[in-house]
């Protein structure tokens, strides 16, 4: 158990529709990362946050966004969805996010569009 | 642009023999790479990590040795065992690309038979 918390586990969508999915940090890490792994590919990085400001931004779709709240938990929106976005999505945190520090995934949420 | 790369998407080994995973790198700013082990239906674990400073470091049953020369690096696994049957992640980042974010390579899917 990495300690950190994504839910759901999965998501069952239609196309145009709209998505949030939930992440809570480990105990004490105050930077977040969202990542997406597609079929048969390598995790992509897709944002990250850090106390609650946005830290940097890999490839991510202007229908995404995402947040972190006050307490540290994070949410990613994603909208006007396409079945190219069909993938797990994955979270992870550390205690900063500078130096040299293992990011801990939890385990990721699945979403399907059909 | 794929600048992490396990070339073998699969390694079989015996029980009880050595496991050697490979992974190459092609951006020379990469200073602090990571090894991830993932099972189905759960997030990437964090493995073992090595700075730039370093060329190897030991934990366990588990080295990871790093040629900057090369941009090469590999893990170790002595002795593999059935529990070691995993997807394997090579991970990378710079200090200064967008602090924190880490590049992954595809995976190398391990199998260890009795």
């Known amino acids: 158990d990495s300690g950190v918390t994504q839910t759901p586990k999965h998501l069952i969508t239609a196309t145009g529709q709209r998505v949030t999915l939930r992440c809570s940090p480990r105990s004490g890490d105050l930077s977040v990362y969202w990542y997406q792994q597609s079929l048969d590919q390598g995790l992509q990085f897709l944002i990250q946050y850090y106390n609650g400001e946005e830290r940097a931004k890999g490839n991510i779709l202007e229908r995404f966004s995402a947040q972190q709240f006050p307490d540290l938990h994070s949410e990613l929106n994603l909208s006007s969805l396409e079945l190219g976005d069909s993938a797990l999505y994955f979270c992870?945190?550390?205690?900063?996010?500078?130096?040299?520090?293992?990011?801990?995934f939890g385990d990721g949420t699945r979403l399907s569009i059909l | 642009d794929q600048q992490v790369k396990q070339n073998s998407p699969s390694l079989s080994v015996q029980e009880g023999r050595i496991s050697i995973l490979n992974c190459d790198y092609t951006?020379?700013?990469?200073?602090?790479f990571l090894w991830y082990k993932k099972y189905p239906a759960e997030g990437p674990t964090f493995l073992i990590s090595i700075s730039s400073i370093k060329d190897k470091n030991e934990d366990g049953r588990f080295t990871v040795f790093l040629n900057k020369s090369a941009k090469h690096l590999s893990l170790h696994i002595v002795p593999s065992q059935p529990g070691d049957s995993a997807v394997y992640f090579c991970?990378?980042?710079?200090?200064?690309?967008?602090?924190?974010?880490?590049?992954f390579g595809a995976g190398t899917q391990v199998v260890v038979t009795p």
């Open positions: 991970a990378a980042r710079t200090s200064t690309d967008s602090w924190g974010k880490l590049q």
């Open positions: 992870a945190s550390s205690l900063t996010g500078g130096g040299n520090q293992p990011q801990h």
């Open positions: 951006n020379s700013m990469f200073d602090y």
